[in-house]
């Protein structure tokens, strides 16, 4: 049994909860699995990572909050952790980077985002590359796609939104009736 603030590299299994600082490799558990730095796959019910470089598959995925922010120790001072890109490939009912997920607090930092959010709902601060919900996506700015069966909400676009209703700041038809029908798109 390690400590929660100890590296994982390889595999780590959870039968319940689990919590490690650093996980690279494979990270498998029934119910939640909770990583600072995650590199690789995480695959529960429900994953959390503050920083992700991989692959998230789970009824509900999140990367960006853990509850109080992220600290590590160096020497006698203890300095925020460096907030970098997360890259990879969410795949879940809900996906959620940063502090547009309604399960964030408002103190919660804001992400980069880089890679493919697949799910019902997903929502990201900033996002490079597509976003695909059956249901919906929101994200503050998206550079790329963004494909829903009924809503995509970019409050800046640089790509293109494919939905029954698409809402954005900045697109082709600007959201003078509350939303463009089908197919929205600015560069």
Same mark, same amino acid.
Do not use: K, R, S, T
């Given at each position: 049994m390690l400590s929660s603030d100890s590296d994982v590299i390889g595999v780590r299994v959870n039968v319940l909860m689990g919590y490690n600082a650093r996980v690279t490799g494979l990270d498998v558990g029934t119910v939640a699995n909770q990583v600072g730095n995650m590199c690789g796959l995480q695959v529960a019910i429900g994953n959390q990572a503050m920083y #992700?470089?991989?692959?998230?598959?789970? #009824? +509900?995925n999140q990367i960006g909050y853990l509850g109080p922010p992220a600290v590590e120790a160096h020497g006698q001072a203890v300095q925020p952790i460096a907030q970098a890109p997360d890259t990879g490939l969410q795949i879940g009912l809900l996906n959620s980077v940063g502090r547009m997920s309604p399960l964030s607090p408002d103190d919660t930092p804001k992400s980069f985002f880089s890679g493919i959010q697949i799910g019902i709902v997903n929502f990201a601060d900033d996002v490079a590359g597509v976003q695909v919900g059956a249901l919906a *996506?929101? +994200? *503050?700015e998206v550079t790329g796609l963004q494909v829903s069966l009924l809503w995509n909400q970019a409050r800046i676009l640089r790509g293109v939104q494919i939905g029954l209703v698409n809402s954005t700041g900045n697109g082709l038809l600007r959201d003078s009736l509350g939303g463009v029908p089908i197919i929205n798109a600015a560069f």
């Open positions: #992700l470089g991989g692959i998230q598959v789970g #009824l +509900a *996506n929101e +994200a *503050n």
